[in-house]
């Protein structure tokens, strides 16, 4: 694996938040961590995750972004897009 880091932009903001599970890049380019740093707290989360008996992915390296909104205390209604993307003509 690679240690590189991307710039984080909306569209890729949205992307991975528009997904329904989070892998360690995906956490790391949200949290602006370099991927061993992503592994670690990918770890802690999957820790409390099933100390609580919430762990319902059962995948290593893998979390429902369910979980990781959980896990921060975020505020589910401000990672809601309705509509908002624009249509891509083909």
């Known amino acids: 694996m690679t ?3 991307r710039v984080m932009t909306n569209e ?3 992307e991975i938040l528009s997904s329904d599970i989070l892998d360690i890049k995906a956490l790391g380019d949200l949290l602006d961590l370099d991927y061993s740093m ?3 707290k990918m ?3 999957k820790r409390k995750l099933v ?3 919430r762990d319902r992915l059962h995948i290593r390296g893998k979390i429902l972004l369910e ?3 959980y896990y ?3 505020d ?3 990672y809601i897009v309705n509509n908002v993307l624009p249509k891509v003509e083909q």
């Open 3 to 5: 240690n590189e880091r």
């Open 38 to 40: 992503a592994a670690q």
């Open 76 to 78: 589910i209604n401000r």
């Open 72 to 74: 921060f205390g975020l």
């Open 43 to 45: 770890r802690d989360i």
């Open 67 to 69: 979980d990781y909104v």
């Open 12 to 14: 890729r903001r949205v």
């Open 51 to 53: 100390s609580e008996g």
